[in-house]
């Protein structure tokens, strides 16, 4: 629920159903989804250099990709995109021409697992996520 409240609840749902990284998640603009097929297009990652955020192109070609949204997932992502203003699927709060910093993602995550009295904390989510692949 807390994830729903402040705006995170779609980005960690598509992180813990389709395993892709989060990096790729948050360079995810909103051409890169296919709404009619659920063709997700993963084709770079977004990471911070000296508190500088860059998007680039993934580090090996095998990281570019398409997956197949569950139509589910679609029909969330867009009710989701009526109330975003933005190109990037999930933007920065502050800069709405940018995508969220991959860091603050990752603290937002590990409040909201901790928050929920999930045990082992962030960790534990991520081998979970990990084993789903």
């Known amino acids: ?14 992180e813990l159903t389709t395993g ?3 990096g790729e998640l948050l360079a995810l ?3 890169d989804l296919d709404f009619k097929t659920g063709r997700l297009r993963i084709s770079k990652q ?7 955020l860059e998007v680039n192109e993934p580090k090996t ?15 969330l992502l867009a009710e989701y995109k009526a109330q975003i203003f933005s190109e990037w699927m999930f933007p920065s709060r ?13 603290k937002r995550l590990r409040v909201i697992w901790e928050r929920a009295g999930c ?15």
Do not use: C
């Open 94 to 106: 502050i800069k709405l021409e940018r995508p969220v910093d991959p860091g603050y993602a990752r």
């Open 119 to 133: 045990k082992g904390g962030v960790n534990n989510f991520l081998h979970f996520k990990e084993t789903l692949i």
């Open 20 to 22: 892709v990284r989060q």
């Open 29 to 31: 603009q909103w051409s």
């Open 46 to 52: 977004v990471y911070s250099v000296n508190g500088k």
């Open 1 to 14: 629920m807390q994830a729903k409240e402040e705006g995170s609840y779609e980005l960690f749902l598509l």
């Open 61 to 75: 070609k095998a990281a570019a990709r398409t997956i197949i949204l569950p139509p589910t997932m679609v029909e």
